[in-house]
């Protein structure tokens, strides 16, 4: 046997605790697309700093298309962009100046050797952390090359 409804006394006038049919929420309400349902999340784009170098640019534009880059990425891909950049200041450095400099009267190697292994070590690193290394790769050869790839193998 079903309760009977409570009733409430105020002012004199008897109040029932169920509500009428026009406030109740049906399922179909939620199922909606309005615009007072449905929240659409933005999308979120990442802003290559204007201080890199061209190759840098192309370079993290090949990983933003193939990783799809979400807000908490922004500090990895910041520091996949330095540490880029660095990596080319110090190839062109070591190209124009040579491996070797001469230091009073020893030849020594040169300082930016180091922090062309160290940039470069960090690069790797972040791209294995984004899954996009030649490991990470599908096994068959024959697939098509995305365009981080293309831009690696310089096709």
């Not at 105020?10 to 615009?35: C, L, V, Y």
């Not at 930016?112 to 952390?129: E, G, N, R, W």
Request: glycine fraction near 4%; include cysteine.
């Amino acid at each position: 046997m079903i309760p009977p409804p409570i009733f409430f006394l105020r002012m004199g006038k008897a109040e029932t605790t169920h509500q009428p049919i026009s406030h109740a929420r049906r399922f179909s309400d939620f199922q909606n697309n309005d615009k007072k349902y449905s929240i659409m999340a933005k999308r979120y784009t990442f802003k290559i700093p204007d201080w890199v170098q061209p190759g840098t640019k192309d370079f993290i534009k090949a990983v933003v298309k193939s990783v799809t880059p979400r807000p908490e990425d922004e500090g990895l891909l910041m520091s996949l962009c330095a540490n880029y950049d660095t990596m080319l200041q110090a190839r062109d450095t070591i190209a124009s100046e040579g491996v070797c400099i001469k230091c009073g009267d020893k030849t020594v190697r040169h300082p930016a050797t180091a922090v062309l292994k160290q940039s470069s070590d960090l690069v790797v690193t972040i791209c294995k952390s984004f899954r996009i290394t030649r490991r990470d790769s599908p096994a068959n050869k024959d697939e098509e090359l995305t365009e981080l790839e293309r831009f690696l193998m310089g096709k």
